[in-house]
């Protein structure tokens, strides 16, 4: 079993950054494929990004490539996602999820986190 908490959500301007973590408990991450997805209001949850549980490959959603980068602590049992250059359709509820040996691509979690809410104004 796998308890993830995150954090780091908040309000912030258009252009702004924000780092979300994930703190897992129960089980280390190093065996996880760890992803992050998010639901806007109205709307359907999507995948925003996932690290692998080997090695260093990563997958990131069109609309958040080259703007969000995932990563992980494993020391720290933790997964991070960096924001940069937000955009007012960045607002949504942002939840962490976890796969034990998942490959990268799939969208398939057994863990999830409660979600942190960030909105971003323009």
């Known amino acids: 079993q796998v308890q993830l908490v995150e954090s780091g959500g908040g309000l912030v301007q258009a252009g702004g950054s924000l780092r979300l973590s994930c703190a897992a408990s129960g089980r280390t991450v190093s065996s996880y494929t760890m992803g992050w997805f998010r639901q806007a209001p109205g709307k359907e949850r999507e995948f925003v990004a996932a690290?692998?549980?080997?090695?260093?490959?990563?997958d990131y959603a069109h609309s958040v490539k080259g703007r969000f980068t995932i990563s992980r602590n494993n020391a720290e049992n933790t997964v991070y996602l960096q924001m940069n250059s937000l955009k007012p359709e960045d607002t949504a509820v942002y939840f962490c999820?976890?796969?034990?040996?998942?490959?990268?691509?799939?969208?398939?979690?057994?863990?999830w986190g409660q979600g942190t809410q960030v909105t971003v104004s323009s």
């Open positions: 690290i692998r549980w080997s090695g260093s490959l990563k």
């Open positions: 999820a976890a796969r034990y040996r998942g490959e990268i691509f799939t969208r398939s979690y057994d863990y």
